[in-house]
């Protein structure tokens, strides 16, 4: 156990705790959320919210790829032909606009991806039909 008792919970239970604290805030809700709505406005806790909902999209949507791969869901390659930052970030992992050729066929994705592994134009990257039939960002492409 460390100091303050910070050692019993993983990483992933204490970012889960914050990303849960900050959609309350998003909401307006608690003490928090209500002193940080009449101090800094309605404005920014919509902000705070549009982004929380957008960190639990990626996440769901990169744990839906991964386990669609592992499933041995159908993949397709893209090519990325531009891409652009939303500002957002999930563990340091930036959250992006992707838009793809896909045989021709044009498709704007947002997604997770790795910091480690950022796409550039003209990368190519595997995409996973997911549960849905959405497509769903499965990473860079081999060689």
């Known amino acids: 156990m460390g100091l303050f008792g910070f050692g019993r ?8 705790e914050a990303l849960q604290s900050a959609e309350k805030i998003g909401q307006g809700r608690g003490f928090t959320g209500r002193m940080t709505k009449m101090m800094m406005g309605s404005e920014f806790t919509d ?4 982004a929380t909902q957008a960190a639990r999209d990626a996440q769901q949507g990169a744990a839906a790829a991964a386990m669609a791969s592992q499933s041995g869901a159908p993949t397709h390659t893209a090519t990325v032909t531009q891409i652009a930052d939303t500002g957002q970030s999930i563990n340091d992992n930036p959250i992006v606009e992707l838009q793809l050729d896909l ?3 044009l498709i704007g994705l947002r997604t997770l991806v790795s910091r480690l592994q950022i796409p550039r134009v003209g990368d190519r990257v595997l995409l996973v039909d997911g ?13």
């Open 9 to 16: 919970k993983s990483m992933e239970e204490r970012q889960e």
């Open 47 to 50: 902000q705070v919210a549009g």
């Open 103 to 105: 045989d021709g066929r």
């Open 131 to 143: 549960p849905n039939g959405e497509q769903l960002y499965g990473g860079l492409a081999a060689g």
